[in-house]
């Protein structure tokens, strides 16, 4: 399967497309399955996602995404996912997570990012996703290059609860890390 099916039943909530070698997400790709909440694409060839790929899933709460070759995300595209809490980028080639990265993604409570390309995070990437400024317990996985430029002394970030943990750059790498979550 080189692209996805327009014949797709507006009742699903769940699609798994694996191993089928899409190469890119278009616009509304999904828009006609408005009770979607669980969609994996996992492990296809997908390098393209467009801005508007994720229109009309405002019941998704799972996106999967592993083992493809993004290089970027148009972070804006999950304003049309306010209900998303489980975004898998792993195993991509992302080299970036931008500043206002998760600013649309307002529930999100897992982001897994490892094995990605990352060079440069924003040092302001977590103090505006909204979550964090809600002060709940949030879980981040990534397992970032060696040479990554970060704007503090962090060599990993396993995991943390935004209610315990003072973002700046003297405490960050002290208190973000908790070696027992993974």
């Given at each position: 399967m080189a692209q996805i099916p327009d014949n797709i039943s507006s009742d699903f909530t769940k699609i798994r497309i694996e191993n089928c070698h899409l190469t890119e997400l278009p616009a509304g790709s999904f828009s006609a399955v408005g009770a979607l909440e669980f969609l994996w694409l996992n492990?296809?060839?997908?390098?393209?996602?467009?801005?508007?790929?994720?229109?009309?899933?405002?019941?998704?709460?799972?996106?999967?995404?592993?083992?493809?070759?993004?290089?970027?995300?148009?972070?804006?595209?999950?304003?049309?996912?306010?209900?998303?809490?489980?975004?898998?980028?792993?195993?991509?080639?992302?080299?970036?997570l931008p500043e206002h990265a998760l600013r649309h993604l307002p529930g999100l409570t897992y982001l897994d990012l490892s094995f990605n390309n990352l060079n440069i995070i924003s040092k302001d990437v977590f103090l505006n996703w909204p979550l964090y400024q809600k002060n709940e317990k949030t879980w981040i996985k990534a397992r970032p290059e060696p040479n990554i430029q970060w704007n503090y002394s962090l060599k990993m970030i396993r995991g943390f609860t935004a209610s315990e943990t003072q973002i700046d750059e003297d405490t960050f790498s002290s208190r973000l890390l908790i070696p027992h979550f993974i």
């Open positions: 492990f296809n060839n997908i390098t393209l996602m467009n801005i508007k790929s994720l229109e009309g899933l405002a019941n998704l709460t799972e996106l999967r995404l592993q083992g493809n070759k993004l290089t970027s995300v148009p972070w804006t595209a999950f304003q049309d996912t306010p209900k998303l809490k489980i975004l898998d980028l792993k195993h991509n080639r992302l080299d970036a």
